[in-house]
């Protein structure tokens, strides 16, 4: 594409340390996802898409350890992720979950503080790096301003800079975010996608997120994976792979892919009008 | 040098850090915690020296604390030390045992409601005591045992019933109320069916009481205690971190399912011990955590506070119990009723406006 194209200095050729190998999620006995393989570019910015049910989410889950392939397995630096103490992966790998629940009355500290669980023992829970920890999470995120303040009288966009901050306080080299931004009005979708960015190029941390927004994941994924059905229909740059076919494939919406005049990423424009399938109803 | 610290970070709350042995022992204190749960504490012991002090044989307060030093008459330190202590340190430990079982529930349902009372251990207690005293006219050892079945088997099939690929704290409320209901029916029938005699003792155990627990009730309790106690302190906190949600407490590290049912265990122990002794006394589990709660200001619930508080709440009901009605003593647990449904009927109605 470009040369200007921002995601040149994330590579997708680094050898991952995350990945499913013929793996099969789902829950109970409802199968979501059959034989899924997926690599998670190290130092990347992965975005997850997909229509609603196609299977991210699970498939994050699976990746985080939360959900157990029924087949198959999830690596991490090439040994069983299963196989580790759920300790040492949480010093590797942090998740933002979809619903987490501030406990009552909880200060954005305190909560933050809450991310380095996996450092502590029952002697030994406020160590000086625990404490640098913290304060280097809060700043990143911006939320050191309003560390004595509840969580609950926070607004939407202060409180998930929290909640990434609580993650961040884990230390880890590899983060996943389920839906990060999707209860977040735009201008606070666009702080936090600057953000993880931000942690994605300065830190070299691995960003795995899944996206509801097409347009944000082109702009932000350095590695993009396109799901549907519980299949992965196409990975890579989203310059290299984004076209109207595909976007008609994994979203059954017909649409114009142009470039986006800022970030010079593929920016999709859905059709509609003589397409529009309740047209007719209203005749 | 100070043992304590300050640290860079605001907490909006005051919080001290110690720092020792290198860093193998470092803690973050949070320094309101401790002063109420200090307070809740000194208040607890001066209330049970009062509660020593008073009775029939009215004895002045100096006297009382010559006696727990071991410098008094024969005649005071009988009265004192073999009488009243026994009974007044049985107050104490078991309402701190309520206080930390109260808050174990509430914190896994994440609802002020959730209490060992509420998912139906007591009801059950009182249906395995009933059983046993109504046809089996057993003893003190046989009701206790009647009692703890009853409970254990109560809470576990709550537990199964609210079962769905893992136990959900509302749903644990709601299956635990409905299960509290059918029990108490079967309680009814069972007392009515009773003889007269029978019905009255069993009415008796049914509200918990005090009356008559002498020194070899205080030993089976504080050991069993002094086991439980430091569990729950073990888990407490894979216990804080669950109140965030299972997936963000899984992704840090904390098997969710184990240590739910690990507390889950405890808390239903403690309750059991309780019962097993006194009969079933209610609503100390369910207002301890939440006042300690507020007069911390901490967040979510605490075990230490929590155990002051019921420690403090039960002395107090013990004292009302014996006192207030002098010479006639009555049943600890219908204090506890009385201070405490007019605790739940505020609680339900400040949950209901939210």
Known sequence: ?283 | MSVTQSTPIDFGRRVAVLRLFGERLSQRLDVRMLVVTGIVLLLAIVVAVITLASGEFQIPVPEVIGALLGQATAKVHMVVVEWRLPRTSLALIMGAALGVSGAIFQSLTRNPLGSPDIIGFDAGAYTGALVVITLLKGSFYLVAGGALFGGIVTALAVYLLAWRGGVQGFRLIIVGIGVSAMLSSLNTWMMLRADLQVAMAAAVWGVGSLNGLGLDKLWQVAVVLAVLLPLCALLSRPMRQLEMGDDAARALGVNAERTRLGLMVLGVALTAVVTATAGPIAFVALAAPQIARRLTGAAGVALLPSAAMGGLLLVVADFLAQRAFAPTQLPVGIVTVCVGGLYFAWLLMREARR
Not at chain 1, 17 to 26: D, S, W, Y
Request: glycine residues 6%; hydrophobic residues 45%; negative net charge.
């Open chain 1, 1 to 283: 594409m470009n040369k200007h194209d921002p995601n040149l200095t994330a590579s997708a050729e680094a050898p991952a340390r995350l990945t499913a190998r013929n793996a099969t999620i789902g829950y109970d006995r409802r199968i979501i996802a059959e034989g899924l393989n997926v690599s998670i570019p190290d130092r990347s910015f992965t975005v997850i898409v997909g229509p609603n049910a196609c299977g991210k989410s699970t498939l994050l889950r699976a990746l985080s350890r939360l959900l157990k392939p029924t087949v198959g397995e999830v690596l991490l630096d090439g040994k069983a992720i299963l196989s580790y103490p759920a300790r040492d992966v949480a010093k590797k790998l942090g998740l933002l979950p979809q619903t987490s629940i501030a406990p009552d009355g909880i200060t954005v500290a305190d909560l933050v503080a809450r991310g380095r669980y996996p450092y502590q023992k029952l002697i030994r829970q406020w160590s000086r790096d625990d404490e640098a920890a913290v304060i280097t999470a809060m700043a990143a995120t911006k939320v050191d301003a309003f560390s004595h303040r509840l969580v609950d009288e926070l607004s939407g966009g202060q409180r998930q800079r929290v909640w990434v901050a609580m993650v961040l306080a884990q230390q880890t080299p590899i983060l996943l975010l389920d839906e990060p931004t999707t209860f977040l009005d735009i201008a606070h979708q666009i702080e936090l996608l600057e953000l993880l960015r931000a942690l994605n190029r300065g830190e070299g941390q691995t960003v795995v997120a899944v996206l509801h927004d097409l347009n944000h994941a082109c702009r932000y994924a350095s590695h993009l994976i396109a799901m549907r059905d519980g299949r992965v229909v196409a990975e890579g740059r989203p310059g290299d792979i984004v076209t109207a076919e595909l976007v008609e494939e994994v979203f059954g919406i017909a649409c114009l892919v142009i470039e986006d005049p800022v970030s010079h990423t593929p920016l999709i424009v859905p059709r509609g009008g003589d397409l529009h399938p309740f047209e007719e109803n209203f005749k």
